[in-house]
């Protein structure tokens, strides 16, 4: 189930520590010419240029984001896994927030939603340590359109920034808000809710993804299919994920099985409206059907849909990555299934697709990088990137 609550911030804050792969080696913040140092016992802290300490070395870890930096100490334990204290330092290495927080999260608005150490509730400060919503909370996500995601007296429901209620805390189970509506639930089953905490889409589904180019990932158990904000559902769950990728495209992945059959069989089968109507979908998603090798159901199949269920592309794709979705244009990073070990290497490796099914390169590419927009080829001297634009014509990187 997707959610942006930050009651596990702390572990991916932990995993950022990558960044001190040599302890030893002064790591700069800001971008300027202060940096973050150890001592002789491994301890962090902040020293200018010239040596003068900014920061004392005293913390566990230290991690600058955009408001700051955030500090850590260990918690002192008497098992085997570390627990940890953090406080905040302002970017004038003032420090705002002693270590009484066992999570932070700096948003781009220029607060901090924290919790506190002794009761784990969570508020809202800024970067002076005003208050802003006060540690009532006992969970709280990131701002969306608007509204915070809250859980109080263990149900969920929305604030605004002045901390007065939007949506009663009602939910049993709720997400932030995408495209206007939010997952939520009352009796176990999830729908989706509008501003005014009003079902929009009943709850039918077991999970409940984002809307995203005005669709939603949902979920019967472990099948998938994807929802409009009308509520109607486009394909039967027969998929292991399905997503939009704008202009009315989807891109999945679905059992190996369901490879040479998926256009034909879309039309053919009901969509089911409650977790009984699954076992018509048995055949098609299960290892009951002995005529199917056990490797082929096991294999990767991806590709991209239409909302009239027609594949775009082709059904050879072992991979398929969005890269860019701007007006009426689409483009992929797509890479096809590898059939034996020779044609491994050369299987590997992606081209651009449009989305008209159209390949725009040939299988060059040895890696992508989605959220960059940037697609990396092996030459005889090296590797070459490459900046794509949305009609898939490459340049060289700023």
């Known amino acids: 189930m997707k959610t942006s609550l930050i009651c596990c911030f702390l572990i991916s804050s932990l995993i950022a520590f990558s960044q001190f792969e040599d302890e030893n080696k002064p790591v700069s913040v800001f971008g300027g010419t202060n940096a973050i140092t150890t001592n002789a016992a491994g301890q962090f802290g902040v020293k200018s240029i010239s040596g003068k300490e900014l920061i004392p070395c005293v913390y566990s870890r230290i991690i600058e984001n955009n408001l700051g930096l955030f500090v850590f100490k260990i918690n002192k334990s008497n098992g085997y896994e570390r627990s940890y204290s953090l406080g905040y330092y302002n970017k004038q290495f003032s420090q705002i927030l002693p270590c009484r927080y066992n999570s932070l999260l700096a948003l781009d608005e220029g607060y901090i939603i924290a919790s506190q150490n002794n009761d784990r509730k969570f508020g809202l400060v800024d970067t002076t340590g005003r208050i802003i919503i006060p540690f009532e909370y006992e969970e709280m996500a990131a701002p969306s359109e608007g509204l915070y995601l809250t859980k109080l007296k263990e149900k969920y429901g929305f604030i605004n920034k002045k901390n007065h209620i939007v949506i009663e805390h009602k939910f049993t189970y709720a997400s932030p808000f995408s495209e206007g509506l939010a997952a939520a639930s009352k009796n176990g089953l999830i729908g989706y809710i509008n501003r005014k905490g009003d079902f929009e889409i009943r709850?039918?589904?077991?999970?409940?993804?984002?809307?995203?180019?005005?669709?939603?990932?949902?979920?019967?158990?472990?099948?998938?299919?994807?929802?409009?904000?009308?509520?109607?559902?486009?394909f039967p769950f027969i998929f292991r994920s399905i997503r939009s990728a704008g202009n009315k495209q989807f891109i999945f992945e679905a059992s190996g099985n369901l490879r040479n059959t998926l256009t034909s069989t879309l039309p053919k089968l009901g969509i089911a409206q409650n977790p009984d109507e699954l076992g018509q979908y048995d055949s098609l998603v299960s290892s009951m059907d002995s005529e199917i090798d056990s490797e082929i159901l096991e294999e990767k199949f991806m590709g991209v849909l239409d909302i009239n269920g027609q594949l775009i592309g082709g059904n050879e794709f072992q991979q398929v990555i969005q890269l860019l979705s701007e007006g009426e244009n689409q483009l992929y990073a797509v890479r096809k299934r590898t059939k034996n070990e020779e044609s491994y290497n050369k299987g590997y490796n992606f081209a651009l697709m449009d989305g008209n099914g159209r390949l725009l390169t040939d299988f060059r590419f040895f890696e992508v990088k989605q959220d960059e927009k940037i697609v990396i080829e092996e030459v005889n001297t090296g590797f070459v990137s490459y900046r794509v634009d949305a009609h898939g014509k490459l340049s060289e990187p700023d």
């Open 203 to 234: 709850e039918q589904f077991s999970s409940a993804d984002d809307f995203n180019y005005g669709y939603a990932q949902v979920f019967f158990h472990n099948q998938t299919s994807v929802v409009d904000k009308n509520g109607a559902i486009l």
